[in-house]
T-cell receptor
Framework: DAKTTQPPSMDCAEGRAANLPCNHS???????VYWYRQIHSQGPQYIIH???NNETNEMASLIITEDRKSSTLILPHATLRDTAVYYC????????????FGAGTRLAVHP | DAGVIQSPRHEVTEMGQEVTLRCKPI?????LFWYRQTMMRGLELLIY????????DSGMPEDRFSAKMPNASFSTLKIQPSEPRDSAVYFC???????????FGSGTRLTVV
């Protein structure tokens, strides 16, 4: 699986958009990009995933660059409850059962 | 839907004792995973099951660890004998075939003294 690079920490004001970047320059053609988050003292929570098209669901939007070497998770209106560690995880097709969590980005949303 | 249920939430035990962690996956889910989280190593996959059958246990640290899934609604992770370095938060997760997101439980915080 491809390696990822995420900033260790980010800040965001409540109500503003939080844009969390992930670099995955070695991603292969059959690898999806998954995003999970882990709120303090809880288990990780699935957010969204994509292959090459941008995706949106009720939690977030995922923007993947055309060359697929990087992606951005967007929380359009961050709240205090979005304070968490966010993980960007490349997963190969058929490899859904081997999620490898890196260090992630610690997002702090402040009033 | 009660989600993935783990018990106990907290466990404190003495070195050398046997520890059993329990997990009830979401009904209808085909896959069950055990993860361990520590500050030093982050989240690590220990083992996963498909339809109650262990598929990959390459993440199990050593023979002191064992996991079973006797039926679709119950799994255990056992450590015997326990050691202080086993102190961690242990998460169970499940997912349904064709649904790619995992659902994690709230974890069991294990402290071995």
């Amino acid at each position: 699986d491809a390696k990822t690079t995420q900033p260790p920490s980010m800040d965001c004001a409540e109500g503003r958009a939080a844009n969390l970047p992930c670099n995955h320059s070695t991603i292969s053609g059959n690898e999806y990009v998954y995003w999970y988050r882990q709120i303090h003292s809880q288990g990780p929570q699935y957010i969204i995933h994509g292959l090459k098209n941008n995706e949106t669901n009720e939690m977030a939007s995922l923007i993947i660059t055309e060359d697929r070497k990087s992606s951005t998770l967007i929380l359009p209106h961050a709240t205090l409850r979005d304070t968490a560690v966010y993980y960007c995880i490349p997963v190969s097709y058929g490899g859904y059962n081997k999620l490898i969590f890196g260090a992630g980005t610690r997002l702090a949303v402040h009033p | 839907d009660a989600g993935v249920i783990q018990s106990p939430r907290h466990e404190v035990t003495e070195m050398g004792q046997e520890v059993t962690l329990r997990c009830k996956p979401i009904s209808g889910h085909d896959y069950l995973f055990w993860y361990r989280q520590t500050m030093m190593r982050g989240l690590e996959l220990l083992i996963y099951f498909n339809n109650n059958v262990p598929i990959d246990d390459s993440g199990m640290p050593e023979d002191r660890f064992s996991a079973k899934m006797p039926n679709a609604s119950f799994s255990t992770l056992k450590i015997q004998p326990s050691e202080p370095r086993d102190s961690a938060v242990y998460f169970c997760a499940s997912r349904k075939r064709q649904v790619y997101g995992y659902t994690f439980g709230s974890g069991t915080r294990l402290t071995v003294v």
